[in-house]
C-alpha cells in the first residue's frame, strides 16, 4: 500500500504496519524471467517488517507439526519484537472434538531485536525454514521432516555483542480456567452451531477445557487431557442419533486422549519458572527443540510418564552429536519433496501500468483516498485522546455532502497536529483526527480517509507488474507447501497410528488473534476437505495423500454398523427396508465418523421433531447427502492407480469399495426395467427434498453426482481385481450394478442439442431446485467422464453444459477445473490467473487467502487452481492414454514440468511459446507409446 495515506498512519497510528507490503514481491519482480527449472526458492517469501499480529505468520512444518511465526512489532512504539510462534497439531481434538493449537512460544532476545527497525524473515522453501535475520542475529525454525519436534537455532553475529534468549510459553489464558468459545462464530454455540447440551439443548456454551503445567527440571511441559468427566462428546452423539450400540466398539479418538509438548534447551538454558527458559548472553549458537506427544491412555499417569520421555527425547535432539546428521536428514527429506514433481509458468512481463493522474483534493491540502479494502478499512480510537478518542466536532450536514467534508478539514486544521481526518457515513457526520502513536483498531466498511498532502512525502513509485506465470508459479508451490504442512501425514497416538484427514476449515495453519477461532466448528465437510487431495497425486504425493484413506478406515466401523441400526426399519421415505448392509458417509461428519451434531448436521434430541425417523437428520441441505461415499472410492482409486500400492489397497480401498458399493446394492431399489432407482437422494446441497417425509412428489431421483460417480468407479474398480485379494463374488457383484446403472440424466438444451442435469428430469414439483454447486457439472470434475482426452458425445454435452454456466467461482467452486478437463485453454489460463492473483486481504503470507466459504487460510482457492494446472498440461484415462498439453495456452504460457500419473509413470519436460517447441520424456520409457499431444504442436 504504497500511498501518503498509509504513509502517515503507518507513522502516526502504528496500526498498518502489518498490512505493508512483503519483500515477496520486491524479490519477485526479479523472476518473470525464470529458467527452465528454477530452484523452489525462486518462490520464497520475505517479510522486511515485523507483523502487527498474528495474521501476518508465515507457516513451516512438517505434516503433523505447524508453526506460524512472526515478529511482533509495528512502528516505533509497537510490539516487544519477540519472535512468535504458534503451534498446531494435526490431532489436538479436544473433548469436543475440536482441533486446538498446541500454544504459543515467545522466543525474546537480548539484545532486543527493535520491532519498528528492519528485519529479514524468509521462509526458505528448499530446506523448511523460517530465517529470520535482525539486529545482526540470526534465527532458524523448523519442524523436523521426520519427527514431530520444532527445532530453533538462535546464532549471534561474530563482531556483534552477547547475545541471551528467553523462551516463553505464552499460555496464560489456556492455563487459567475454561473458555467459553460458543461464540466464536459459525459452527459454534446457539442455533448455528455444532453442539448440544447432555440434556439435548442446543449448546450455547463450548467450552474449551485448560491445559495444564507439569513441572519438570530445565523443561517447559504441558499438556491436555480429555476428560469425559468435563465433556464426553463421542458418547452423547452416539445416543442422539441411534448408535449407542456401536460404543466402544467403534473408533473413539476423543476420550482420554491427551497431547502436550516438551520446550528444552541445551546446556546454555536454565529454567526461570515453570513457563520460562534461559539462557545467559554467549557469542554461541544456542539450540531449542520442542517434543510433542499424543496418545490415549486409561490414566493421566500413564500420559504424564509419555511427557517424561519426551523430555530426553527433546535434548537428545539437541545433543551437539545429533545436530548436524539430524539437519542433514531434514535438508535431503525436503529436497527429495520438491524434486518429486514441479510446474514452472512463464510468461512475458507485462508492461508497467501508466501512472494514474491524482485525484483532485476535496479541500484545499487534503488528498482523499477511499479504495481501502477488507481489514485496511480501520480508523484509530483511544480512550486517552481528547473527547475519549471521539470526533472534536459534528459536520452541520452528513458525509457524503463535501460541506461536510470543508468543515471536517477545518476541525482538523485546529488540532495540533493532526494530518488526516476519516469520514463514514455510519458517523453521522463525525471524525477522527489521526495524530497519536498507538490505539486500537475500529472496524468500518464505508469510510474515506482525507490526508494533508504536504505532511508527508511523496509516495515512492509502485513496483513493476509480475508476469503471469510467476504469480501462478508461486502461488502453485506456496499452496503446495501448505497442504503438506497440514496434511496429517505423520501419524499421532504412541504407535503413530492415529491419522486424520486435512481439516478443509484452515488445516493446523490457521493464525488467528484468538487462536482457536475457525469457523464451521470442528467437522468435516466432503464438499470441501477432498479438493486438495485432487493435486497432491500428480504431484508424487502419496504420503501426504494416504491419511485421507485411513481415516475414513477407521470411520469403517461406525458407517456399517449405522447401516445396520438405520436401515432395517422404516426409512425417512417410508420403505420398510431389510436386508440393508454396507457403509455411506455423510456430507458432514464428526472427526469419529456421526453427523456433527445440532444445526450443522443431526438435529439436537430437544428439537427434533418426534415424527423424523432417525436416519433424517434434520438439516435440509445434508439429510440425504451421502454421495461423497462414492467420489472418496473415486479418490482412492487414483491413489491405486498411481501408487499401485496393493497394502494400501487391501487394508483401505477395498473394504471401503466394498461397504459404500454394497449399501447402494441394497438400500437404493429397481426401476420397473430393472435399473437401480437411485432415491431418496438429493443432488448436493441445492437439489433437495421439499420436507419430511421424502415423496416421489418432492425428492428427485437419480442424481448425477451418484450416477456419475458409480458410472465412472465400478469399471475401475472391476479392473482393480486384478491386484488381488477380491472375492470373485464381490466382482460379480459389481458387474451386476454396472448393469443396472441408468443413463447420465440429460436434457435438451432447446437449441443445438443436450446438456447435463442436476438429476433425472422431470424434476418433481415439490422438490427445492438450485444452490450454486453445479450437480450437473459432475461428469467433468470430479468423475472425469466429460474431457478433452475422452472427447466424444459427453466433451460435447459437457461443452454445451458449461457454456450453459460459465461460472468458475471461488474457494471450493470447481469452474476452474472443469474448463480445462473440457479441453478450453484460454478459459482455463484465465481462471488460474484469476485465482492465482487472488488477494490476501487480512493475511500477509501470500498463499494466505480469505475464508470464502470456509475459514482462512483457505484450503481450496489455490488447490483447486493446482488441479486445473495440472489437468491443462496432463490428463489420463482409466485406458492408459496420456493426454499431453490438452488445455494449454499455446500462444503465450512457456512451461517446465514433472508429473506422476498412473501406473507409476512419470512425465517430465517443456513447451516453450515462442519457439513452439516441445519435448518430454517419460519414466517408463514403456509408457511413450501412451502419450498422445493434444495441442502446442
Known sequence: ??????????????????????????????????????????????????????????????????????????????????????????????????????????????????????????????????????????????????????????????????????????????????????????????????????????????????????????????????????????????????????????????????????????????????????????????????????????????????????????????????????????????????????????????????????????????????????????VIENPQWPN??????????????????????AMCDAVPGCVAFSLSTFWHGGFYPVVYTSGTLKRNSQWSLFV?????????????????????????????????????????????????????????????????????????????????????????????????LRWYRSLLPLALRRTALWFNTTDAAGRKLSGVHGAFFHETETQFGTLVPSEKGYNCPAVRNSNWTVDWAGNHAINLHRMGSIELLMLGLDYFDHTEDTEEFTTSILPLAVGVTDWVATYYGRSADGKLDVWPTQSLEGYRPGGFPPTRNNTIQNDMPWVAGLTAVLPRLVASAEAGGVDPNQVTKWRELIEALPALPITSNGADGTVFTAAEMPYPPGAILGGSEQPNMYPMHPFRLATALRGGPLQQIGLRTITAHPSYGTGWYQGVMNVALLGMAEDAAAAVLARASTPTQAMRFPAYLPSMQDFRPNEDHLSNMRSALQYMLVQHDPNGTIGLLPAWPCGNWSVSFKLHLPKRTVLEGQYNHNTGRLGFTVDPPSRRGDVVVMRCA
Not at 509516495?459 to 496429517?488: E, K, N, W
Not at 504407535?495 to 478443509?504: H, I, Q, R, T, V
Open 388 to 409: 475519549g478518542g471521539k470526533s472534536p466536532g459534528k459536520c452541520s450536514v452528513a458525509f457524503p455532502n463535501k460541506t461536510c467534508v470543508a468543515e471536517a478539514a
Open 1 to 378: 500500500m504504497a500511498t501518503a495515506a498509509g504513509r502517515v498512519l503507518g507513522v502516526a497510528t502504528a496500526v498498518w504496519a502489518g498490512l505493508l507490503a512483503t519483500a515477496v514481491r520486491a524479490h519477485a519482480e526479479q523472476l518473470n524471467d525464470l529458467p527452465s527449472t528454477p530452484s523452489v526458492d525462486h518462490y520464497s517469501v520475505t517479510f522486511t517488517t515485523a507483523s502487527t499480529s498474528s495474521l501476518g505468520a508465515m507457516p513451516v512444518g512438517n505434516g503433523r507439526v505447524s508453526v506460524n511465526a512472526w515478529v511482533d512489532g509495528a512502528a516505533p512504539g509497537g510490539g516487544t519484537g519477540d519472535l512468535m510462534l504458534l503451534i498446531g497439531l494435526a490431532d489436538a481434538l479436544d473433548e469436543n472434538s475440536n482441533l486446538l493449537k498446541l500454544g504459543l512460544i515467545r522466543l525474546a532476545l537480548s539484545p532486543r531485536i527493535e520491532p519498528g527497525g528492519p528485519i529479514n524473515q524468509t521462509l526458505v522453501l528448499s530446506t523448511g525454514t523460517v530465517v529470520l535475520k535482525a539486529g545482526g542475529v540470526e534465527v532458524s525454525v523448523w519442524v523436523d521432516a521426520n519427527t514431530s519436534s520444532v527445532r530453533m537455532a538462535v546464532t549471534p553475529s561474530p563482531a556483534g555483542p552477547p547475545v541471551g534468549v528467553t523462551a516463553r510459553l505464552d499460555h496464560d489464558d489456556r492455563l487459567a480456567g475454561v473458555i467459553d468459545a460458543g461464540g466464536y462464530g459459525n459452527g459454534w454455540g446457539g442455533p448455528s452451531g455444532s453442539f448440544c447440551n447432555p440434556n439435548g439443548t442446543i449448546a450455547d456454551f463450548v467450552g474449551i477445557f485448560p491445559d495444564a503445567l507439569h513441572p519438570t527440571e530445565s523443561a517447559v511441559v504441558w499438556y491436555h487431557r480429555n476428560d469425559p468427566r468435563r465433556s464426553d462428546m463421542y458418547h452423547e452423539t452416539l445416543r442422539a442419533q441411534g448408535l449407542e450400540e456401536c460404543g466402544d466398539g467403534c473408533w473413539d479418538p476423543i476420550t482420554n486422549r491427551s497431547w502436550g509438548a516438551a520446550l528444552v534447551g541445551d546446556a546454555a538454558f536454565t529454567s526461570a519458572n515453570a513457563t520460562t527458559l534461559v539462557s545467559s548472553p554467549g557469542t554461541a549458537t544456542v539450540n531449542l527443540a520442542l517434543a510433542v506427544a499424543s496418545a490415549q491412555t486409561d490414566t493421566l499417569g500413564e500420559f504424564t510418564a509419555v511427557l517424561d520421555a519426551l523430555v530426553d527425547g527433546g535434548r537428545a535432539e539437541i545433543d551437539p552429536s545429533a545436530l548436524g546428521p539430524r539437519r542433514a536428514t531434514h535438508e535431503a527429506w525436503w529436497a527429495d519433496f520438491w524434486a518429486r514433481s514441479y510446474i514452472h509458468v512463464r510468461t512475458p512481463t507485462p508492461p508497467p501500468p501508466a501512472p494514474s493522474p491524482p485525484p483532485p483534493p476535496p479541500v484545499p491540502g487534503y488528498t482523499e483516498h477511499n479504495d481501502f479494502d477488507g481489514d485496511q478499512s480501520a
Open 452 to 548: 494533508n498532502a504536504s505532511a508527508v512525502p511523496p509516495s515512492p513509485p509502485p513496483p513493476p507488474p509480475l508476469a503471469a506465470g510467476m504469480i501462478v508459479s508461486r502461488q502453485y508451490v506456496l499452496m503446495r507447501f501448505m497442504d503438506l504442512c497440514s496434511s496429517g501425514r505423520i501419524g499421532g497416538g504412541l504407535a503413530g497410528n492415529d491419522f486424520f484427514a486435512l481439516k478443509y476449515n484452515g488445516g493446523i495453519l490457521t493464525s488467528e488473534p484468538v487462536a482457536n477461532a475457525r469457523s464451521w466448528g470442528p467437522g468435516q465437510w466432503w464438499q470441501n476437505l477432498r479438493l486438495p487431495y485432487y493435486a497432491m497425486l500428480a504431484e508424487g504425493g502419496a504420503d501426504v495423500f494416504r491419511p485421507l
